[in-house]
């Protein structure tokens, strides 16, 4: 049993520390059978007789309800804001925590809902609850920025992803960052993927990557989770935004899906059992455990002739967007893109 309550003032590192946690509470579990996700339409009750209501209870009958697929059930309540902060809005769930389910674990999530103007103050009585429960309450929200000087978070960050920068690129990095700390992710996601973590990088090689749009400045995996879980759609708009005026150049995004599926290629037939040891042989930071786990699962899921397919779909688009196709590379990349994430429903 795990209990989390997420906090921030930057939507987009929430949305990365939902995605950490989730990956965290599901550990070897797949999403499809362990996790059920609330949202603020879910909270919205419409009877036969009588006028609609805001009801968290079916978050409470979820976590009640004992696992049947898998060894363990995950709940994830987001857009929690929408139901207001008051105790009596929460009391059904802050009765549950009393006595939570041992085989339930629930990551809450303190945002707007989609109709939400302003977000209330986070209610104590909901964090007093959650660590009563032996639960934490995590704010990922980052320091007050100082022009020129990165901050704990910052480095923290740095050291997440591997990428090592000079003290003049680190400086440049973090007045380019302002207030957007939300940009940061996708950057060091393509520091990554074009340089590796091997050696320190200096201004001129990290400057021209920056000064991208702030709609293109989304985390890659954004990307590479919607191909792994088969949602074309989904990929399809988030591989938009990553090329959004000029956000990310058509062949850092080949590359950094080549880069995504050889890792799996060179997991696939080994008998690498710890997590330790898949980040050691994807030459992750060893603090990227989850990472690693998650790549193993994406591995053992596809097999080898269809890895192996996925990287011959990106060689030809590869050499298509060097000329051997006429087609515009946006629309070499949408069609490469289905077909990744179409791969769930391919045959052997």
Not at 155 to 174: E, T, Y
Not at 227 to 238: H, K, M, S, V
Not at 285 to 308: C, D, H, M, V
Request: glycine share 6%; charged share 25%.
């Amino acid at each position: 049993m795990q209990i989390l309550l997420l906090t921030s003032r930057d939507r987009s590192l929430l949305s990365q520390a939902v995605t950490d946690a989730v990956n965290e509470f599901l550990g070897s579990e797949s999403k499809e059978a362990a996790l059920t996700r609330f949202e603020e339409r879910d909270y919205l009750i419409t009877p036969e007789n009588g006028p609609p209501h805001k009801d968290i209870g079916v978050i409470v009958d979820a976590a009640q309800t004992p696992p049947m697929l898998a060894s363990k059930r995950v709940i994830l309540a987001r857009e929690l804001g929408y139901l207001g902060s008051t105790k009596a809005a929460f009391a059904p769930l802050l009765k549950y925590l009393e006595h939570p389910s041992p085989d339930t674990s629930v990551i809450l999530v303190w945002e707007p809902g989609q109709s939400t103007k302003s977000l209330a103050t986070l209610p104590q009585s909901l964090s007093k609850a959650v660590r009563a429960a032996g639960g934490e309450v995590r704010d990922v929200s980052p320091g007050r920025p100082k022009k020129g000087h990165p901050n704990d978070w910052f480095d923290q960050q740095l050291d997440k992803s591997g990428v090592r920068l000079s003290g003049r690129a680190r400086a440049m990095v973090w007045d380019w960052l302002g207030q957007q700390h939300g940009h940061l992710a996708g950057l060091l996601e393509v520091l990554v993927a074009t340089y590796g973590t091997d050696r320190m990088l200096e201004e001129d090689e990290v400057s021209r990557f920056l000064n991208k749009s702030e709609e293109g400045s989304i985390p890659f995996w954004n990307l590479t989770n919607a191909i792994d879980e088969g949602r074309r759609d989904l990929a399809l708009d988030t591989l938009r935004r990553l090329l959004s005026n000029g956000a990310n150049a058509p062949i850092q995004v080949i590359f950094m899906l080549h880069r995504h599926f050889e890792q799996m290629l060179r997991l696939d037939g080994t008998t690498l059992a710890t997590e330790a040891e898949i980040a050691s042989c994807l030459k992750l930071p060893a603090n990227q455990k989850f990472r690693a786990k998650k790549i193993a699962a994406q591995t053992r899921s596809l097999g080898s002739e269809k890895i192996a397919r996925c990287i011959r779909f990106i060689a030809a688009a590869d050499l298509d967007l060097r000329g051997r196709s006429g087609l515009e590379p946006e629309i070499v990349l949408e069609i490469l893109v289905a077909r990744l994430a179409s791969q769930k429903r391919w045959v052997a």
